[in-house]
């Protein structure tokens, strides 16, 4: 049974998806969403048993493809409302852990209303405001729990390739291998 692919998937979201793992699909950036999704319906149709290297999305199959692209995006998409809700809430933690972790000090009567806020921002975790906040809460010598933020595949992607780019090392040394002479005076 085919399912359809879910509508909050983006033309570039599913371009990513098949750049990433590799799927044998051929498109062109002037194709628009609705062709590519006809593309990939048309891949499920056949029956190829093709299998993926290990990717950000843990896609490894077409039946886990199929089963990806059919689910709504984990990609959340905020409305502006809920966004500036979850960026008060962290400056709000955020102001906690600065003043040494005293309740006190905030707007909260106390800690469960802040563990109760934590657990609600934790699934935004695409929001940089939000891995910040986590960050900080985990720093908490008293803590109750390890707070991990739940970040979808595109932005861990994306961490990943700039936790790369900063691991970039330049040697000044370059090693070659032969038969040399030294001559000392």
Known sequence: ?????????????LID????????IIFSHSHNK??????????????KDLSFKPNVYNINTIKDLQIYVANPNPKKVLSVK?????MRICREICKYCKNKYIVEKTNYKNITD???DMRYIVQFGDLPSVRRACKLMNKNIQ?????IPIISPQVKKTLLEKEKSKNVFSFGLKATKGN????FD
């Open 1 to 13: 049974m085919i399912k359809s692919i879910d509508k909050s998937h983006s033309k570039t979201d």
């Open 17 to 24: 998806i098949i750049n990433s793992i590799n799927v044998p």
């Open 34 to 47: 609705r062709d590519i999704q006809e593309k990939l319906e048309e891949l499920f149709t056949e029956d």
């Open 82 to 86: 809920d966004k500036s809700n979850v």
């Open 114 to 116: 802040l563990h109760d």
């Open 143 to 147: 803590k109750i729990q390890q707070w």
């Open 180 to 183: 040399y002479i030294l001559k």
